[in-house]
């Protein structure tokens, strides 16, 4: 093993990076046969899982991209995986791309990434087939558009969508912790000593319509997840507790302004009641922190704060920020798992595994900004 270890890094250390690494590169660094290299990355059966995870972590370490076009010959299919995410500077929708693309490559695909940018018409331009990129499925992060939609444009080619996907039956789906995590958002802020709330970002996304039911609907469902949890508790909320806000750092900024301005805030004060602020994301929270720290606000002294989706700068702000942490590199595990399955069903001309529904595992995770004084 030694030995193979010494091929493996010799190889690297001396390869010319601009020459494609080839299938007799990684069996050379390996010890293995081009053979049972070529199984390992495609995924065969007659691959040992130690050596299969081997020969695939000397791959990716040597930077080895598969062939498309032989691979389209050889097996009808491209091994590219497209994966259109809503917004680049969205740290949420970057990790979903970032582990959505090792997942590919683990598993001897590439992800092309491309961003909608919110748009429904960027998202139907991007799941149409393309003579120019041939894929093999589609990957789509809180779309814009309805389930007929993706059926209709995608054209027979496996889709799986991620967001809140309630609504969404016939394409495959993982849906996002809406109503479970901001239940237990509440719960907790409950139990920490806040009698009143605020909610920050109730809004929809993008301005949203009501009646139009896609993976974009966040903000009503987690919305009326709080509300019915208050309401348990005997708290109904007025309309101006309802901070309509983008989700941005920006918009916690706006709402934050609007809540200190607002007469029902400078009563809490006055009255020594500790104000519960549910951020339906952890940017609304970053923005949020930042504002009340500037007026003087101190957290989680007069105000105590949770996010969602929680997002790795949510460990580091000042004060640490509560949130609603959504597991993304497993909900990556499961999602590329699922897609290759209906790519290699599609390919060999069997039937392509029903449509499934999960949701991505979560937890919340207490920290300093909604702690007890």
Not at 70 to 90: C, H, K, P, T, Y
Not at 216 to 241: D, M, N, P, S
Not at 281 to 309: E, N, Y
Request: proline share 5%; charged share 25%; aromatic share 4%.
């Amino acid at each position: 093993m030694n030995d193979m270890n010494e091929q493996h890094e010799h190889a690297a250390d001396s390869a010319d990076m601009s020459t494609p690494v080839t299938l007799a590169d990684i069996a050379k660094a390996t010890g293995f046969s081009q053979m049972t290299v070529s199984n390992a990355l495609r995924g065969k059966p007659n691959v040992s899982t130690a050596n299969r995870e081997r020969i695939r972590q000397v791959a990716r370490e040597m930077g080895y991209q598969a062939n498309a076009a032989a691979m389209m010959l050889r097996n009808r299919r491209s091994g590219i995986i497209q994966v259109v995410v809503d917004d680049f500077e969205v740290p949420f929708h970057a990790r979903i791309a970032k582990y959505l693309t090792q997942e590919a490559v683990r598993h001897g695909y590439q992800a092309v990434v491309r961003q909608s940018s919110s748009s429904e018409r960027e998202e139907i331009r991007a799941i149409r087939p393309d003579p120019g990129l041939v894929y093999d499925g589609i990957i789509l992060d809180a779309p814009n558009i309805t389930e007929d939609q993706v059926i209709g444009h995608v054209q027979g080619k496996p889709a799986l969508v991620i967001g809140d996907c309630a609504s969404f039956t016939r394409v495959d789906s993982m849906d996002t912790a809406c109503v479970d995590g901001v239940t237990e958002a509440v719960e907790h802020l409950w139990r920490q000593g806040c009698r009143s709330f605020r909610i920050f970002g109730a809004q929809r996304p993008s301005g949203q319509s009501s009646a139009h039911e896609t993976g974009k609907g966040f903000g009503v469902r987690r919305t009326a997840a709080i509300e019915e949890t208050l309401r348990a508790h005997g708290i109904e909320l007025a309309a101006a507790q309802r901070m309509d806000c983008e989700w941005t750092m920006a918009g916690g900024r706006d709402a934050t302004r609007l809540m200190l301005d607002d007469p029902a805030w400078k009563a809490d004060v006055a009255a020594g009641r500790c104000v519960g602020i549910v951020c339906l994301s952890d940017v609304i929270a970053l923005g949020a922190l930042g504002t009340l720290a500037a007026a003087g606000v101190a957290v989680p002294g007069m105000a105590k704060i949770t996010g969602f989706d929680g997002i790795p700068m949510a460990e580091y702000t000042n004060p640490p920020l509560t949130t609603v942490e959504m597991d993304v590199p497993a909900m990556a595990r499961t999602v590329m798992q699922r897609m290759i399955a209906m790519v290699e069903a599609k390919a060999k001309g069997e039937p392509v595994p029903p449509a499934a529904h999960e949701s991505i595992p979560y937890r919340l995770v207490p920290r300093a900004s909604s702690a007890l004084r």
